[in-house]
């Protein structure tokens, strides 16, 4: 569990030793304030008095911990922390996320995806988006009720790169799921940190221009690597470059062939693109 933690706060031990004092310190310096300040009431102990209590606590606790933090280092954390908290609780509770996927293939993430966020009343698929007419994904979506944009080259790469259209359709953010072209600058300057992409390898290896789907697993089989795996990462101006966010690996035997990797890596893609996607879009602002 507590490594659970430091990973999803990306600290290290030392820091999370201390954040973990911060929150003992501040909580104990909060109960004995918030029982201060009630002595001062005739409130008897009781049902008010309780919910009094929780109230007062509620309203002290952010101040204590944020005064702890300070002599223990960890004042940066802890702005962020409750910066996220409170953005979270504020978040415009009735305000969807409407996101996009881009996908050149046969779908199986999206449609994984689009049936996990389906169950998310604050994310919503909006948009397929596709350059190619024949993609499978296109039935997904028809499927789904989802409505979809085909793009076309000449208005991707060398028009508004589709920015316009998306921003019309209100999309927040926007998921690449098996979509094979190089997202142009225009679209990652309108987008910023809101493009994800799934890569079917441990990125920095067998990634880059031409390392895609089934490329990429023969490229695994051949230099005999044990062990393959996902990354789900930022998109920036370089193929498979950007700031990783999540990976996962799973062993390779030297008896697999690239279908039987490929089929080990979509379960892992399966398993955690959709959670991954959720997490990062309502972490977003
Ligand atoms: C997925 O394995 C994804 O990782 C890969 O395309 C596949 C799409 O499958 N993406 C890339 O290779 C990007 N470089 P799907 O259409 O069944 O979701």
């Not at 820091?15 to 300040?37: E, M, Y």
């Not at 309203?59 to 002599?71: D, E």
């Not at 969807?96 to 046969?106: L, V, W």
């Not at 926007?174 to 072209?181: E, Q, R, S, T």
């Amino acid at each position: 569990m507590f490594k659970k933690w430091k990973e999803k706060w990306k600290v290290s031990w030392l820091q999370f030793v201390l954040i973990i004092c911060t929150f003992a310190c501040g909580g104990s310096l909060c109960g004995f304030v918030g029982r201060k300040l009630l002595s001062f009431t005739s409130l008897e102990k009781g049902l008010i008095y309780f919910i009094v209590y929780i109230i007062t606590m509620s309203i002290l606790w952010p101040f204590c911990v944020l005064l702890i933090s300070i002599p223990l280092g960890q004042f940066t954390f802890f702005r962020n922390y409750l910066q996220r908290m409170a953005n979270r609780m504020t978040r415009k509770v009735n305000t969807t996320r409407r996101i996009a996927i881009f996908a050149s293939g046969a779908g199986s993430n999206a449609a994984k995806i689009i049936e996990h966020l389906q169950k998310n009343q604050h994310i919503q698929v909006s948009l397929i988006v596709c350059n190619k007419p024949e993609a499978g994904v296109l039935n997904i979506a028809k499927a789904n009720n989802i409505e979809t944009l085909l793009i076309e080259k000449e208005i991707f790469f060398r028009g508004d790169a589709y920015v316009n259209t998306l921003k019309a359709k209100h999309i927040d953010f926007i998921v690449l799921a098996g979509f094979l072209w190089k997202v142009p600058a225009a679209l990652i300057q309108a987008y910023p940190n809101k493009i994800i992409n799934i890569h079917p390898a441990l990125l920095p290896k067998y990634g880059g221009k031409g390392m895609y789907g089934n490329f990429v697993h023969e490229a695994v089989v051949a230099s005999g690597d044990i062990e393959s795996g996902i990354t789900i990462h930022y998109v920036n101006e370089n193929f498979d470059e950007g700031k990783h966010i999540f990976q996962v690996s799973c062993a390779v035997s030297k008896d697999d062939t690239p279908d039987m990797v490929a089929a080990k890596i979509h379960q892992l893609e399966h398993q955690h693109f959709p959670k991954v996607i959720e997490e990062v879009v309502l972490a977003t602002e």
